[in-house]
């Protein structure tokens, strides 16, 4: 008699990490947004390049101090951004108590939120100062026009990520379970965040430190 011997268990499929597409999409994205920027860095020399007296001229009447507060509100932003980040990674959306150590995601993101919101005001009050008193409007001249240009591109991508905040943070609030989907959308966002806050340290640099 031929005895058969059961075959062996199969071992199981070796399991495939497959980056997130949505964090994926988000930073091919950003990608693109680089290129825009770099386009509007390209303007800005170039117009600088023809006329450097007027740049001479026009940059002394920007005020540094003003901009370098603002610009270190933007900068912490990131570090609360990224406090929120690790919030929702261990799904963690509202805070245990009121230690600051306990915070959850929304509270770091609200605090974001309104260093961010201090920025945008920052830079209408710088605008309006400009204009009202300096008398440097978007059409007066070229540097005007440059400036306005790269700033303000750069405003409306903050406010962007402002109106990204509160729909994470509403997100939050709606869903009966903080779950690994809500937690991807908090991170998606802290790319785009950190994006913009990398490239106003260089926006500063080139328009108010290297005159």
């Known amino acids: 008699m031929v005895t058969t011997t059961p075959l062996s268990r199969p071992l199981s499929a070796p399991v495939v990490n497959r980056p997130n597409t949505v964090a994926v999409g988000t930073i091919v994205w950003l990608g693109s947004e680089v290129m825009f920027f770099a386009g509007l860095f390209a303007i800005y020399f170039t117009l600088r390049s023809t006329s450097p007296e007027l740049w001479a001229s026009q940059t002394e009447k920007l005020n540094v101090y003003f901009s370098g507060f603002n610009t270190a509100v933007l900068i912490a932003s990131s570090f609360t951004c990224q406090f929120g980040v690790f919030a929702a990674e261990r799904l963690q959306h509202r805070r245990k108590s009121w230690k600051i150590t306990e915070w959850g ?107």
């Open 105 to 211: 995601m929304v509270e770091w993101f609200f605090v974001t939120y309104v260093m961010g919101a201090m920025f945008i005001i920052g830079q209408i009050y710088e605008y309006s100062n400009l204009m009202m008193h300096e008398g440097v409007l978007i059409n007066s001249d070229p540097y005007g026009s440059a400036f306005y240009l790269t700033t303000g591109f750069h405003g409306l991508h903050v406010t962007c990520g402002l109106i990204a905040f509160l729909l994470v943070i509403g997100r939050a609030y709606a869903v009966k379970n903080f779950g690994h989907k809500e937690a991807t959308s908090a991170i998606v966002v802290s790319y785009y965040w950190h994006f913009v806050d990398v490239v106003w340290i260089a926006l500063f640099f080139v328009i108010y430190i290297l005159k």
